[in-house]
């Protein structure tokens, strides 16, 4: 099984903490669909036929397009690719760009998933993240979603926010929890330097994010969502057993994907590869092949064994199923299985590791810790 992924560019205005590629403006809307359509085309047996099982409608943002644009990449992926009959197929999107209207008719050309990014349901807090929609309206979409019957809905919340007390994040728990959603992304506010927000808070414009309120927030988190039967399948994601994302888990288990789109990255397993990120760019490039006689919207990098035991590692402890030695044993041999089982014994003996059966995996605590025990094991 593989999945592809597609990156929107577009954005109504930059949110103040996002680090991810985007644009503001809406000029570049038909060109950029034509040559996403070409590069399905041309990218077609990157994936050597694979069944696809999830597309990732991710940006961006994906609910700016409208139906029939979504539509018109779906029909060309159906056409060259060997997509599976229940396929998971989502759509991520902000509150303040659907109406009831508009869900409903991502439902019909065949979104069955949908991705909404809340983030907090305090307005004090949108505006610190510079978010469009107000609480009001995050409600009213999640009602908009259950109403037109998507089976499958997640949501997106952010802790460690300055402004968000420990009353605040228990009451954003409890408009979930009271919704009847089956999954939860819950992310801790990162701060990157080169982002509005970095800027504000370097500049003493901005409160900045408090270390010891977060842990706080995710230990809160923790305890909430086991209490209501979700399991904690990754370092930030929960979800009703049966309802994890199948697209996301997809990378944190190394299956390969396809990413279209500008920035999009792309795995078959051996490789890495990722397209330009302008939107300018990425169209000028994709529209000269083959004139140009080479794909050159996108670098790659041929990934060493080093490279490819330390994403594993990397990867799957972030995961409820941690890191399996007979995978590292059979895929990688003896001389990583004796540097990982060396190397992992200090979070044994402190707790922040357990083995079940064949497999290590970081306990709620060590969770807190995951990039750096996981930095700690690598080659």
């Not at 994890?244 to 490789?271: I, M, Q, V």
Request: glycine share 6%.
């Amino acid at each position: 099984m593989a999945g592809i992924y597609i990156h929107i560019p577009f954005c109504k205005s930059k949110c103040a903490y996002c680090n991810f590629f985007s644009v503001v403006t809406g000029k570049q809307h038909a060109d950029f669909l034509d040559a996403l359509r070409k590069e399905i085309l041309i990218r077609k047996s990157y994936l050597n036929c694979e069944k696809i099982n999830t597309i990732y409608f991710g940006g961006g943002t994906p609910s700016l397009l409208k139906p029939i644009e979504i539509q018109s990449v779906l029909d060309v992926l159906y056409k060259n690719f060997n997509i599976s009959e229940n396929a998971e197929i989502t759509l991520e999107a902000n509150p303040d760009t659907v109406s009831m209207e508009l869900l409903k008719d991502f439902s019909t050309v065949g979104i069955n998933r949908l991705s909404v990014g809340i983030q907090s349901f305090h307005d004090d807090d949108l505006q610190y993240l510079s978010r469009r929609h107000d609480s009001k309206h995050a409600l009213q979409v999640l009602d908009w979603a259950n109403m037109i019957g998507f089976q499958e809905v997640t949501m997106d919340l952010i802790y460690g926010i300055p402004t968000l007390t420990e009353e605040k994040w228990a009451e954003n728990l409890d408009i979930f929890f009271s919704k009847g959603i089956n999954h939860l992304s819950a992310y801790a506010l990162t701060i990157e330097p080169k982002t509005a927000l970095g800027q504000r808070i370097s500049k003493g414009t901005a409160a900045p994010v408090d270390e010891d309120a977060t842990i706080r927030h995710y230990e809160m988190l923790v305890e909430r969502a086991e209490k209501e039967g979700f399991e904690h399948y990754e370092i930030s994601n929960f979800a009703k057993p049966g309802h994890h994302s199948r697209h996301n888990r997809s990378y944190w288990t190394g299956e390969k994907y396809l990413g279209l789109g500008p920035s999009a990255h792309s795995f078959d397993g051996l490789s890495r590869q990722w397209n330009v990120a302008s939107v300018t760019e990425y169209c000028k490039l994709i529209n000269d092949f083959p004139n140009s006689l080479k794909m050159n919207w996108f670098e790659k990098e041929i990934l060493t064994s080093d490279d490819r035991y330390n994403e594993y590692v990397m990867t799957s402890l972030r995961t409820c199923w941690g890191c399996d030695i007979e995978n590292i044993k059979e895929n990688f041999g003896e001389k990583y299985l004796k540097h990982f089982e060396e190397n992992i014994v200090p979070y044994l003996n402190d707790g922040r590791l357990v083995k079940h059966g064949g497999n290590y995996v970081l306990t709620e605590n060590g969770m807190l810790f995951a990039d750096g025990i996981a930095a700690e094991l690598f080659v």
